[in-house]
């Protein structure tokens, strides 16, 4: 994931724009799971049961599913991290996940162009709609995780 601390404001394109907003989201939720113990880490803090652990899981998936054309079995259980999932493994299986979907989103001359998606019903999306969706879903995502956050140790910030 790139490293950058704000999109650049003049002089990018489109898609590089869209690109390093997204990677700014993905590196922020990838964080939010630095530090928190055991079992803290995997435990849900809201009635639904959603934990840190849980929604970098389910990003990863979300991120497969747009970009590589993966589609899980069960939505459910992406949010679910089981117990042989660590940290460590969850976080590098999203790094690596997001490795690959900058990979086809680089790869992609047109936004206009269909993304990459599993098999379903309907007109595939365009890159630039998985793009802005991406945008949405991982910034929602990063939100809980803020509050997740902040409820097991207070820290707070990006």
Known sequence: ???NTAPPHTGADEKAVLRNVLDQLRNSIAAKVDGVPEPQVRTGGVPSGTSLLGLLKHLASVERFYLLGEEPADWQATFRPSPEDTVDGVRTDYRKTVERANEIIDACPDLTLPAPRARRRGPVPSMRWVLVHMIEETGRHAGHADILR??????TGR
Request: charged fraction near 45%; hydrophobic fraction near 20%.
């Open 1 to 3: 994931m790139r490293t």
């Open 150 to 155: 902040e409820r097991i140790d207070g820290s």
